[in-house]
């Protein structure tokens, strides 16, 4: 199982952008899917986190800017990420909890850059 993340860049604080991760192999369920972040001499953080049945949990500081959302055919999820602020500056990195043939446990994708200059 191999998880392909894509959508990150450069923006100004303000703007726009949306990040996608699709998980492909052989997969049998995907239970909770999400992204994590980690800016420069910080920890990583958990940003937003979707279940099988809908769910979803955000981190504070993004609370009414990023909308995550999943589409189970395409084994893909989402992160739209609205107003975008400095602060917002980090690796993002999508993760999901696949149950395949050699059993269950999370998988990670490879990081994508996200950049929001003042």
């Known amino acids: 199982v191999q998880l392909q993340a894509s959508g990150g860049g450069l923006v100004q604080a303000g703007g726009s952008l949306r990040l996608s991760c699709a998980a492909s192999?052989?997969?049998?369920?995907?239970?909770?899917m999400g992204w994590d972040r980690q800016a420069p001499g910080k920890e990583r953080e958990s940003v937003a986190v979707?279940?099988?049945?809908?769910?979803?949990n955000y981190v504070d500081s993004v609370k009414g800017r990023f909308t995550i959302s999943r589409d189970n055919a395409k084994n893909t999820v989402y992160l739209q990420m609205n107003s975008l602020k400095p602060e917002d500056t980090a690796v993002y990195y999508c993760?999901?909890?696949?149950?395949?043939?050699?059993?269950?446990?999370?998988?990670w994708g490879q990081g994508t850059q996200v950049t929001v200059s003042s």
């Open positions: 993760y999901a909890d696949i149950k395949d043939d050699l059993g269950s446990g999370s998988h």
């Open positions: 192999g052989t997969i049998f369920s995907i239970n909770d």
């Open positions: 979707i279940t099988s049945g809908g769910s979803i």
